[in-house]
Nanobody, 113 residues
Framework: QLVESGGGVVQAGGSLSVSCTTS????????VAWFRQAPGKRRELVAS???????NYADSVKGRFTISRDGAKNTVYLQMNSLKPEDTAVYYC?????????WGQGTQVTVSS
């Protein structure tokens, strides 16, 4: 029900974008967010956007990452600029509705130094 795309390998300082498209069966979405999990670390919130368009970012990505949405395409984007090796992780899309939570399958982002 969540289809992620994007990610890949990039050198430090470069940019990547990941996207998350929700299926038509998901309704009443409150919040869409991106989490990430690096090897041996806990999953952490990267950025979120709520139904009003209010965004929230982890301190570690503020000023470098931008979350946005295209309602017509049911898609949320995470644009990642000035990437650092410590941004390397599996990035997961998260959707919270009135009564459910959905997770994407994850997409790998690797930043080489």
């Amino acid at each position: 029900q969540l289809v992620e795309s994007g990610g890949g390998v990039v050198q430090a300082g470069g940019s990547l974008s990941v996207s998350c498209t929700t299926s038509g069966s998901i309704f009443s979405i409150n919040t869409v967010a991106w989490f990430r999990q690096a090897p041996g670390k806990r999953r952490e919130l990267v950025a979120s956007i709520n139904y009003s368009g209010v965004t929230n970012y982890a301190d570690s990505v503020k000023g470098r990452f931008t979350i946005s949405r295209d309602g017509a395409k049911n898609t949320v984007y995470l644009q990642m600029n000035s990437l650092k090796p410590e941004d390397t992780a599996v990035y997961y899309c998260y959707v919270r509705t009135v009564g459910d939570i959905y997770w994407g399958q994850g997409t790998q982002v690797t930043v080489s130094s």
